[in-house]
Structures are given as C-alpha cells and as structure tokens.
C-alpha cells in the first residue's frame, strides 16, 4: 500500500526555468510533509517541510504548497540550478516526530 | 563530522551468512530510525528507537532482522541467513524530540550484495 506517491519518475528542466515536483498522498491522517534531496552515493538530506495547518512554506528558492483536500503537495524550485539536479523524496508523517513515509522519488535534470 | 556515520559503507556476502551494520547518530539526538532503499525507490521504514527501546517495527520485517540500540547511543542492524532480496542500502537516521521541525537526518549508508 503506498501511501505516498510521486507519480513522475523523472524531470529534465532548463537552467533558469522553475521545476515543480508533485507528490500524492492517501492516508488522511499524516499532518507533517517534508521535502529530501539525494544526490549519489549519500544519504538523503532535509530540504524543506510544512506542516498541514499550513497551505505554503518558503525557503529561498524552495516553495512547498500543500493542497489538503486534493492530498497533493508539490515542490517548486525557482531558478532551477545545474546543483538542482538530484533525486527527490517527498515523504509525510502522523504525528509531529514519528517515523516517515516516503514516496518513490522524482530524479530531477537540469541542464545548463 | 558530527553526522550521523554507518559501517561498512559496502558489505559483500554469500547467502546464508549473517551480516551486521552499525550507526552512530548525532550525539544530543534520542530517536533512531533504520530505513532500506532500493532501486528507484524511496526509503522504507524498518524500525525505530526512542533512547534504548525499540518503539515501532515495521511488519515487512521478517525474523530474520532484528535491531538493538543497547545504551540508547549507537544502533546495530543484524540480518541473519542473508538471501538475495535483502541486497538494498540500509540507511539509519536520528532526529531530536522536540527540537526544529522534527527532520530525520540520515547517514551515508550501507550497502549490501547478498551474491
């Protein structure tokens, strides 16, 4: 049963342009959606998080919008930069420091 | 480096044999979590530990796994009989209670080939 699901397996995106991950999730009780980066060979690092009481969180170049009653997040990255180009996991938990979910990540391409 | 360190980074076995993992987490962190990964997908939860017990393990564990965090510092990941279908990273990660936003931090993590 997967209860976090990212639908696009990979994006390629230009230098410059804004890439937009997506993420769906089924189980209504996770109140907490956090954002990993990954790149090869290392383990995956916090990006960025928003809490359910919350529709928007911000952190320079990185904006998460969560959609409650769709069961959507998504990720935006604007600019995009060639550094941008890793492996992303958006993942969700119930309660405010339990165990995470994840999803199955979206390889993301940038390309100078 | 005040991260969280795995050892090995890569372990080769035959199957059958019995293969440990260790993880040492950020030092102030209580809570501990093992994950697997494998290819094109996203980590999967195993069990976790908040100091010394172990709070919540995942169904998919068989009894083959088993986990122990004696003094609530570091973690071992013992896999015993290895079979093909455990070859994955393991990752382990720890958090704080109550500090920040609860982020888990990972290590590099440990590779497994069960040939």
């Known amino acids: 049963d997967q209860q976090v699901k990212q639908n696009s397996p990979s994006l390629s995106v230009q230098e410059g342009r804004i890439s937009i991950l997506n993420c769906d999730y089924t189980n209504s009780m996770f109140d907490y959606f956090l954002w990993y980066k990954k790149y090869p060979a290392e383990g995956p690092t916090f990006l960025i998080s928003i809490s359910s009481i919350k529709d928007k969180n911000e952190d320079g170049r990185f904006t998460v919008f969560l959609n409650k009653s769709a069961k959507h997040l998504s990720l935006h990255i604007v600019p995009s930069q060639p550094g941008d180009s890793a492996v992303y996991f958006c993942a969700a938990r119930r309660t405010s420091y339990g165990k995470l979910t994840f999803g199955q990540g979206t390889i993301l391409t940038v390309h100078p | 480096d005040t991260g969280v360190s795995q050892d090995p980074r890569h372990k080769i076995t035959k199957r059958g044999q019995n293969v440990t993992f260790r993880c040492d987490p950020i030092?102030?962190?209580?809570?501990l979590y093992w994950y697997r990964q494998t290819l094109g997908q996203g980590p999967e939860f195993l069990t976790y530990f908040q100091n010394e017990a172990q709070l919540e393990k995942s169904r998919l564990l068989s009894d083959r796994f088993s986990a122990e965090r004696p003094k609530g510092s570091f973690s071992t990941l013992e896999i015993q009989r290895t079979e093909q279908g455990d070859s994955a990273m393991y990752l382990c990660?720890?958090?704080?209670?109550?500090?920040?936003?609860?982020?888990?931090?990972f290590g590099e993590g440990s590779r497994l080939t069960v040939l």
């Open positions: 030092s102030e962190h209580n809570r």
């Open positions: 990660a720890s958090s704080s209670q109550g500090a920040g936003t609860g982020e888990l931090f």
